[in-house]
């Protein structure tokens, strides 16, 4: 029925190493992971990350922070200067229609 000249397709895959199933067995049970070990690897790897959005988090309330006392600030000299122009305004304004003084000994 199969004729010696016939040849194999081209493109067979080919078994190149021979696997002994006991082996497999056997490292499975050593390659028991190590959870310590899997977890350190995960924190060294998420560090980085947890770095920048610590960063990111900082610099956001550094600036809310800062804005707020800014506006504390600019809201208290604003007033200080308002009340000061006013109480020039009106010294000088008395001073324009108070009569002369004169001093007895000038």
């Known amino acids: 029925m199969n004729s010696p000249n016939r040849h194999p397709p081209r493109f067979i895959p080919t078994l190149t190493e021979v696997v002994d199933p006991a082996s497999l067995t056997t490292t499975a049970r050593q390659s028991k992971p190590d959870v310590e070990a899997l977890i350190a690897q995960v924190q060294r790897q998420v560090q980085p990350i947890f770095e920048r959005r610590l960063q990111e988090e900082v610099d956001r309330l550094v600036r809310t922070l800062v804005a707020r006392q800014w506006d504390d600030v600019s809201a208290k000299l ?16 008395g001073s324009q229609n108070a009569p002369a003084v004169t001093h007895p000994h000038g």
């Open 78 to 93: 604003q007033v200080e200067v308002d009340m000061f122009v006013r109480q020039a305004v009106i010294d000088a304004l």
